[in-house]
């Protein structure tokens, strides 16, 4: 590689899980995870990797970027990049943010995923897509910044996640939904790490038997009603949420919890969305996101 410049991007979709069960007693990183439910969207992370070689005037191996919503933490892309043979390069790095960090949109997964997968094409490892998302995987459980998130939005869609792990160790159940619209409101971040440690017991108790429950049931309807219940029971509900969720209750309108995040999300048939954005526009103080689900997964989009 002389002097050529090499450029790839890629995307990850942002993944709300609704409800979870972690699994935390394997030995081996690649078969931690959580059992869950949750769905990907058309918003998340773009990663553009720009390769070319190092000269003496570089101080450092590399440059992180961040544009739109501001991720204060650039550990995990420092942590993936290591996991990449970068020899005699300089690696610079972008990523394209459009979902707010910390609110329960797997962003971390999201950046973590969409570099493994641009650096793989821009270095020319010749990695499979599996073996470049086991690295974003163990990233995450080594950061502390999540644990199935990578799973779920290497595959994208709406999915159950019934068994726990790395993909390629773990395995999901899509279910298809037609015209769907999702709605979203934040309001503030909750940090995963700590709420996972401080309330395992009580999440895992009731998170696998909704994963069994919806195994069966299949229906986005059901799930939204156990990702409330769950929220409620691992009591996550802030006042403000249970305000908007029961505004929304009393307009028949069903909606989830996102986890973690001070974030309800509603998916509903297209022609309710502007019933819903009516009633969400009121919360000035949340930020409101609308999109759609992404069924294709994390790719790469050009290089």
């Given amino acids: 590689m002389s002097n050529l410049i090499i450029m790839v991007t890629a995307f990850c ?14 030995k081996d990183s690649k078969q931690l995870g959580s059992l869950g439910a949750g769905f990907s969207i058309q918003k998340g992370v773009k990663t553009t990797v720009t390769i070319r070689n190092k000269t003496k005037h570089d101080i450092s191996n590399f440059t992180i970027k961040v544009n739109g919503f501001e991720s204060g933490n650039m550990r995990v892309s420092e942590v993936v990049l290591n996991k990449f043979s970068t020899k005699g390069k300089f690696v610079d790095i972008i990523h394209e943010i459009d979902v707010p960090v910390g609110y329960g949109f797997g962003s971390s997964a999201a950046v973590a995923l969409s570099l493994s997968i641009a650096l793989n ?13 086991q690295i974003a995987h163990d990233v995450e459980i080594e950061c ?19 068994k726990p792990g790395a993909p390629g160790i773990g395995h999901v159940q899509n279910i298809t939904l037609n015209k769907i619209s999702i709605i979203m409101i934040c309001f503030s971040p909750i940090s995963t790490s700590k709420f996972i440690k401080e309330r395992l017991p009580r999440i895992n108790g009731l998170g696998g038997k909704m994963v069994n429950e ?13 990702s409330l219940e769950f929220a409620k029971y691992v009591d996550v509900m802030t006042p403000r949420m249970q305000k908007v969720v029961n505004e ?14 001070e974030t309800i999300f509603s998916m509903i048939p297209k022609e309710n969305e502007n019933k819903i954005l009516k009633i969400l526009e009121k919360y000035s103080d949340g930020i409101i996101i609308k999109s759609e689900l992404d069924n294709t997964g994390a790719r790469v989009l050009y290089n």
């Fill in 13 to 26: 979709p942002a993944h709300i899980t609704g409800f979870f069960k972690a699994e935390l007693d394997k």
């Fill in 121 to 133: 094409d821009a270095l020319e490892c010749k990695l499979s897509k599996i073996k470049v998302a």
């Fill in 144 to 162: 502390k910044t999540g644990l199935g998130d990578v799973l779920a939005s290497y595959y994208g869609g709406f999915e159950i996640r019934d």
């Fill in 214 to 226: 919806l195994l069966k049931s299949k229906n986005y309807e059901h799930f939204q009603e156990m």
């Fill in 248 to 261: 929304l209750s009393k307009n028949n309108i069903k909606c989830g919890i996102a986890l973690f995040g």
